[in-house]
């Protein structure tokens, strides 16, 4: 599975919207950009995936760059409820029993 | 609706005495994990299962033992812990390992090792 590259840190102001980056610049053909987050203490939560399309949920919004090596998942209207570690996590087709997790991007929301 | 849990979520113990770690699924979920997360690393795998009376070693495996006789629990046990074995545990599930089907995780148990 491909290698990931995201940012230590972030911040963000409450109510704007919260840009996440992550590189995967080796990303191959059948491989697909997940996104979990895990609030502090808890377990990790599924927040989308994508191929090759921009892709929306309740949750939030990941977009893929046209060469795929590299997606952005964007929050629109962070709150204080979304200070996490956010992990971006290519996986193979197939391949999503053994998921290799990366230390993330912790983003702060700021009041 | 209680989903995936864990028991108990924290729990002290002695460097050499056996430890173990419960996880139950309510939703019959073919795929069960156990991960430890530790600062300065990410969730490392420890094993997971595909179906009952079926396990395999993930990235860290050694001193750790796993069963599943029944498709809802996924024990985990330290046969004789160590300090080293001090961190946050996760268990997980997944519906069926279909193409994207994504993991689902308890809330953890926080075990130290004295």
């Known amino acids: 599975d491909a290698k990931t590259t995201q940012p230590p840190s972030m911040d963000c102001a409450e109510g704007r919207a919260a840009n996440l980056p992550c590189n995967h610049s080796t990303i191959s053909g059948n491989e697909y950009v997940y996104w979990y987050r895990q609030i502090h203490s808890q377990g990790p939560q599924y927040i989308i995936h994508?191929?090759?399309?921009?892709e929306t949920n309740e949750m939030a919004s990941l977009i893929i760059t046209e060469d795929r090596k590299s997606s952005t998942l964007i929050l629109p209207h962070a709150t204080l409820r979304d200070t996490a570690v956010y992990y971006c996590i290519v996986i193979k087709a197939g391949n999503n029993r053994k998921l290799i997790w990366g230390l993330g991007t912790s983003l702060a929301v700021n009041p | 609706d209680a989903g995936i849990t864990q028991s108990p979520r924290y729990k002290i113990t002695e460097t050499g005495r056996q430890v173990t770690l419960m996880c139950h699924q309510t939703?019959?979920?073919?795929?069960m994990f156990w991960y430890r997360q530790d600062l300065g690393h990410g969730l490392r795998l420890i094993y997971y299962s595909a179906a009952a009376d079926i396990t395999d070693k993930g990235e860290v495996p050694d001193g750790y033992v796993v069963s599943r006789s029944k498709t809802e629990n996924f024990p985990l046990t330290l046969e004789s812990a160590t300090r080293s074995q001090t961190s946050v545990y996760f268990c997980a599930s997944m519906t069926s390992g279909g193409v994207t089907d994504t993991q689902y995780f308890g809330p953890g148990t926080r075990l130290t090792v004295l």
């Open positions: 994508g191929l090759k399309n921009n």
């Open positions: 939703w019959s979920h073919s795929y």
